[in-house]
């Protein structure tokens, strides 16, 4: 397999992952959300595992568009 087919490969792992952070922080939304219902508006401080997924999240559109650069530098030749 040459480089290019591991960095495509490791795009679709970490968008993967991109996906299920930002999924796994709407988890106060609930259905009303998707009808258009009101949430309160009232806004938090994150804290425990929220921060860290807040984190994480933050690292994984990093490494997402470092990896997307590099990708299409790579097969720019």
Known sequence: MELEGYF??????????LVIS???QNKGIGLGGLTGGDTGGVF????GIEKV????????????????????VISGN
């Open 53 to 72: 997924l807040f984190y994480i999240t933050i690292g994984l559109s990093i490494v997402f568009i470092i990896l997307t650069i590099i990708t299409v």
């Open 44 to 47: 938090t401080q994150r804290r």
């Open 22 to 24: 930002v999924i796994l």
């Open 8 to 17: 495509y490969i490791a795009l679709i792992i970490t968008s993967i992952a």
